[in-house]
């Protein structure tokens, strides 16, 4: 019985020996594979070439993907740590990257809304059965194509302004203990959410939504099984077919911008981690007098300061 519980503990140990030999080995080539991928551009952006396009996908959703980025990371977080003013320049950028792209996507709610109204006018009032927009080149479709593209307008919302929405702090907190605990005891619970929470979320709908969006925009099919020689033979076949069926037979036809929006969210949520871990660090390290600095939100206005971090 003692020497089965050794043998087990020992397969642990090895286990645990075999996988830091792994991820360090990673970490290695990750540095030769950022400078092969930046000194070889067209071997995966030039999508002339099919088998550009197959290293493209095999390698946003590979092993070797992940470790460049996280060596990125890495190499930036240590700069940061040295000099403390380079981060909060990385959190500035971030943060204003979330904020503009989230400005400007917002208003595709004002547009679900008028072309609800425009779909209503044209069904109860007009009693027309299609919708022609544009200048010179018409665009016509059916109502219900109308309608059902509502849909993408709430999508953009939803996955373009994540991250706007997280700066802002429009998302709604369940808070147990945050409230109650020390500043810093708040910034070590915020530093900890974005390592084992925010960029393990975002990875995993990465690592599921990147085969699932290229399943919907090439054939033959990739799969995250597939190897770089097998999608190099798949590469001799491989041609463009973009998903355009609806769900019903007049209705919305471009749902694969649905499969790109998802993989765009997984990118915009790990992008946040790591700027949201930056301000966390930067504010427990220099205390509370740095809390919000630099932080720019949105403002209501003169004389509506009560209903500010409502929205």
């Known amino acids: 019985m003692q020497e089965e519980s050794t043998a087990s503990l020992g397969s642990a140990f090895g286990a645990l020996w075999n996988g830091l030999l792994w991820t360090l080995q990673n970490l290695a080539e990750a540095f030769l594979n950022i400078g092969y991928a930046i000194a070889n551009p067209s071997l995966w952006l030039d999508w002339s070439n099919k088998e550009a396009v197959m290293r493209f996908v095999y390698y946003g959703g590979s092993v070797e993907f992940f470790f460049a980025v996280f060596v990125i990371v890495l190499v930036i977080t240590i700069i940061g740590m040295i000099r403390r003013n380079f981060m909060w320049g990385c959190v500035r950028v971030l943060e204003g990257f979330a904020n503009t792209v989230g400005r400007f996507f917002a208003w595709a709610g004002l547009l679900m809304v008028l072309q609800q109204i425009i779909i209503v006018f044209m069904q109860r009032i007009f009693t027309r059965p299609d919708i022609v927009f544009g200048f010179g080149v018409p665009l016509q479709f059916d109502i219900s194509w109308y309608a059902e593209e509502l849909k993408l307008y709430n999508a953009l919302v939803v996955s373009l302004c994540v991250t706007y929405t997280f700066v802002q702090g429009g998302h709604v907190r369940v808070d147990l203990i945050y409230s109650a605990v020390r500043f810093r005891t708040k ?125």
């Open 187 to 311: 910034k070590v619970i915020d530093m900890f959410g974005s390592i084992f929470f925010m960029i393990p979320t975002a990875v995993l709908i990465w690592m599921y939504g990147w085969y699932f969006m290229w399943r919907h925009l090439i054939v033959p099919k990739p799969s995250a099984s597939d190897t770089l020689d097998r999608l190099l033979l798949k590469s001799r076949a491989m041609r463009w077919n973009v998903e355009t069926i609806g769900f019903s037979p007049n209705g919305f036809t471009a749902y694969f911008i649905f499969k790109i929006l998802l993989v765009a969210f997984a990118g915009l949520v790990f992008i946040h981690a790591i700027a949201f871990f930056y301000r966390s660090y930067l504010e427990f390290v220099e205390g509370e007098g740095s809390e919000n600095k630099y932080l720019d939100k949105d403002s209501l206005g003169e004389g509506e300061e009560a209903y500010e971090g409502a929205h």
